[in-house]
């Protein structure tokens, strides 16, 4: 039977630094230039992204998202509680106790209905920032799924460990979230390089290097590394692992330059886009271009929650 590995761009599409002192584009609209700079980079290499938008911006600029959905995109909610205009908060969201965490994500999901109508079904908190309470509480509020994890990352001051995390698509655990588990939650963590050492990233965290173009908070990387090769070691991983569902999870910022020639985050987005396809001809695998919807709900049609 022919194995399908289901690529899933995704970008974090946050607000304007200047109204928040943390990470973004410049303004709402160069945000939204880089949105779009995204997206026909990924048309044309016959792929389609998952957008995670901050609440703020789904209800501003709800015509925008809805055309995004209507190119056959898709599109979810993004949550910094430290940035989030409703009630921002000094910390990230796995700083909190249940009941916090879903006073937060439901007053960000109403924001998020008021622009687009429909409540969201899929989640990615702002700095994959969690604790054991995140899967049960957006279970509760109605999503589906999400990006939550990173797995392997440990970054204390973000309220982000996720050492020994489950690293592929699985049914989320009620009360240990590294496990999988019974929760009909689908978590679809961020695709890191697990066969290369934990590297300390100057930041100030650890974690295995993942396939982002350009750095954690910067346009150029802070320490560089190879895109292709890390590409292979993650697909090679996989085919030894062999999990039940094959998704590889690239993730981007909307405060990058996707098009200049002398961007480093557009070369290493080719070079990704680049190298899916040979890789997976290497694998005998064929690529899929796909949604974080589409993905869980195959997932649930074709999983058992055990
Ligand atoms: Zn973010």
Not at 56 to 61: F, Q, T
Not at 147 to 156: A, E, H, T, Y
Not at 169 to 177: D, G, I, N, Q, S
Not at 256 to 276: K, Y
């Amino acid at each position: 039977m022919e194995t399908s590995l289901f690529v899933l761009f995704t970008m974090d599409v946050e607000p304007r630094s200047e109204k928040t002192g943390n990470s973004g584009p410049a303004s709402d609209e160069a945000g939204m230039h880089s949105v779009r700079d995204f997206q026909g980079i990924l048309h044309s290499a016959g792929y389609r992204g998952t957008y995670f938008v901050h609440p703020e911006l789904v209800e501003a600029y709800p015509e925008f998202y809805r055309t995004i959905e209507r190119a056959g995109s898709g599109v979810g909610l993004h949550l910094h509680t430290s940035k989030f205009a409703g009630a921002t908060r000094r910390c990230e969201l796995g700083g909190f106790e249940a009941a916090e965490q879903r006073e937060l994500i439901e007053s960000a999901s109403k924001m998020y209905e008021n622009g687009l109508g429909v409540r969201p079904l899929i989640f990615r908190p702002g700095c994959f920032s969690a604790n054991d309470s995140t899967y049960g509480v957006l279970y509760d509020l109605g999503f589906i799924g999400g990006g939550i994890s990173i797995p392997g990352r440990i970054w204390p001051d973000r309220f982000c460990v996720w050492s020994g995390a489950c690293p592929y698509t699985h049914f989320a655990h009620r009360t240990f979230r590294q496990c999988a588990g019974d929760l009909p939650f689908v978590d679809i963590p961020l695709s890191v390089g697990l066969t290369t050492p934990l590297c300390h990233h100057p930041v100030g965290f650890q974690h295995y290097r993942d396939l982002r173009p350009g750095g954690v908070y910067s346009e150029t990387d802070e320490v560089a590394y190879n895109r292709r090769e890390l590409l292979r070691q993650i697909l090679q991983g996989m085919a030894a692992d062999d999990p039940p569902v094959k998704t590889l999870v690239i993730d981007v910022h909307n405060d990058r330059d996707f098009t200049s020639a002398a961007s480093q985050a557009a070369n290493d987005l080719r070079t990704v886009l680049e190298g899916i396809k040979p890789e997976c001809r290497e694998l005998g695998w064929t690529p899929v271009s796909a949604t974080y919807e589409e993905v869980i709900r195959h997932y649930t049609a074709t999983q058992t929650l055990t």
